[in-house]
């Protein structure tokens, strides 16, 4: 896993223009525009709802924005996918399923095989290493059901990590995770963070953001505040984001569970 | 004779069943396959209509079309409808099925398309069903529909194998890397239309659904591996076919119906005695454990146990 391939010029890790994503005709995410700075440690943070999750899904092209695109390294989407790797919420597959460790790992590796071509040895061992980086090797060949919260965390992190990507998207990849795992996850980041990676991650601890990460984006619905920890992550910044004065949006929410409440509390 | 070609035509057909079932099973989209089992009757009987004979081939095609209609038709519903899936399947496949009873009912008189045998098959009657070729006797037709069909699959299957194993685990992903996961959707639904169409003029359209999820549903409790489970749900669908046909013989009773009563029993013993979580090694594994933490408390090894 070398980091030769981090992509070349001025351009910006990820771009994104205008762009405004809605589930059923109610707008989740608003016009948002940034661009991420490279090989930086980037949390994303903001109330549940806020849109976290919908951003990355967007910027993956995994749902399609009403308006508005976002570029990797200048490029669409499409040809830079091999660049990009995504960590979804654990909670979004099937722990069941019939594979093991090592398989899981080395679907990581898939993004870089052509239809019908079988992973080669280099790919298994690329997998090998990623489980060994995140200290699950002795794991690779149980079956997924039989891993705890944290392991199936690490199991993840460790397919992202065999991708080989410049650009890291992880959602909420530090929920369910204790303290020392969380150590060693956070770590991991640090490291692909020195190998000139840039890594996104939607974090939901706000304690621990200003420790953990570079810089942060704060969302609900807009982009309320993205930049540098020190100039950004500020109190103020953080009541617009988390139902302070400024935001409608969360006043209304707030008023229409105080009518239903009132009206509820009114039938007893 | 007839008896092997009898359970060679089963066997296929639970193979071919079995094989594309587990994906099915896999995505927690079982159901689909009593769907498309029902919603492809249109589709045989227009292709009958078209071309006025049980020609194989225009009716594996005609049901295919309609396989792939109930699919893009149940998203298309449950998106702009915003309906449960289960709920816009429900509508889809009766609706089709429907249609299909009509188009026979109303052309009934001119065609010789049997309704007993779309919905119950009649396996019996496959060694008498011979495909003559060039005035050459080449064995039962269903034999070498479902050969096709099996083929057909193994050969999606072994060439797709990543694709379909992320697909089935991990759609987002597949997508974020670009893997064309539509193309392998539809790929899965042709190939249980078309392995539920092959297989229903033998077992019927009722049946055929516990091919494609019982062998799966059991080889799943058996394993841990995807390839495991596979090669075990067609080992099982091969027993179902052979002991199924044994006990219709022996209870003079339905091959079709036996065949699917021992994919059952076959079901029933995988979830008892699965050594992964099978419910008796459960009791026996809970049973020692509770041994292990007594003798924790007592301080003495469980071997002793039974003494104090």
Known sequence: MSGKS??????????????????????????????????????VVGPNGAGKSTLIKAIMGLIDPVSGHSLIYGKPLEQMRKKIAYVPQRETVDWNFP???????????????????????TDKKLATEALEKVGMADFANRQISQLSGGQQQRVFLARA????????????????????PEDHILQLLRELRSEGRTVVVVHHDLQTVSGYFDWVMLLNLRLVAFGPMETTFTKENLQKAYGGRLNILSQVIELSRKEAFIRESGHE | MSTFWIILTACLAASACSLVGSFLVLRKQAMLGDAISHAVLPGIAIAFLLTASRNTFPMLIGAGAFGLL????????????????DASMGIVFTTLFAIGVIIITLF?????????????????????????FNGMNMGPRPVWILGFVLMLNIIFIVSCYKELKIYAFDRQLAISMGVPVMLIHYGLMGSVSFSTIAAFESVGAILVVALIVVPP???????????RMLMLSVVFGILSSISGYYLALWTNSSI????????????????FFSPLDGIFFRKYRGARKELNELSLESGKPVAEYPQV
């Open chain 1, 6 to 43: 981090i992509s070349e010029k001025n351009a910006p890790p990820v771009e994104v223009h205008d762009l405004t994503v809605s589930y059923n005709n109610k707008p989740v995410l608003w016009d948002i525009d940034f661009e991420l700075p490279k090989s930086q440690l980037i949390a």
């Open chain 1, 99 to 121: 594979v093991s460790v090592f398989d899981v790992v080395l679907m990581g590796r898939y993004a870089h095989l052509r239809l019908f071509q079988r992973p080669t040895a």
């Open chain 1, 161 to 180: 990590l065999a991708q080989d990507a410049d650009i890291y998207f992880m959602d909420e990849p530090f929920a369910g995770v204790d303290a020392s």
């Open chain 2, 70 to 85: 109930t699919v893009y038709l149940t998203e298309k519903l449950q998106l702009r409808g915003r309906l449960m899936n």
């Open chain 2, 108 to 132: 009934a008189s001119q065609v010789d398309l049997d309704q007993e045998c779309i919905l119950y098959g009649e396996i019996a009657y496959v060694p008498w069903d011979l495909w003559i």
């Open chain 2, 217 to 227: 549903a059991t080889a799943y409790l058996l394993t841990e591996r995807l390839s």
């Open chain 2, 256 to 271: 079709a119906g036996a065949i699917a009563v021992m994919t059952g029993v076959f079901f029933g013993l995988a979830l």
